[in-house]
């Protein structure tokens, strides 16, 4: 994904979801997250290893721990 690529996700995500700002929550003050925002991360980084499984594109072990670990805390935070 290049960077104008990723440019234009985070705009859709920010003309996607301005019409449910008000009406969201922090899950917590400390990490600031919404429960969508979790969930879309999660989709991303759930897609980004699919891809590179599908693809041949394997990465590097210390990555795909990192994206599990990250997956759990994530899941973690929107189970609470």
């Not at 290049?2 to 449910?20: C, H, K, M, P, V």
């Not at 979790?38 to 699919?50: G, V």
Request: aromatic letters at 6%.
């Amino acid at each position: 994904m290049t960077s104008e690529d990723r440019a234009r996700f985070a705009a859709q995500q920010n003309i996607a979801g301005a019409g449910l700002a008000s009406i969201r929550a922090p899950i917590s003050e400390k990490s600031g997250l919404f429960k969508e925002q979790i969930l879309d991360t999660i989709k991303l980084l759930s897609a980004l290893e699919a891809w590179s499984f599908a693809e041949k594109h394997r990465l590097p072990d210390y990555l795909l721990e990192d994206l599990d670990k990250t997956i759990e805390v994530l899941t973690g935070e929107l189970l609470k």
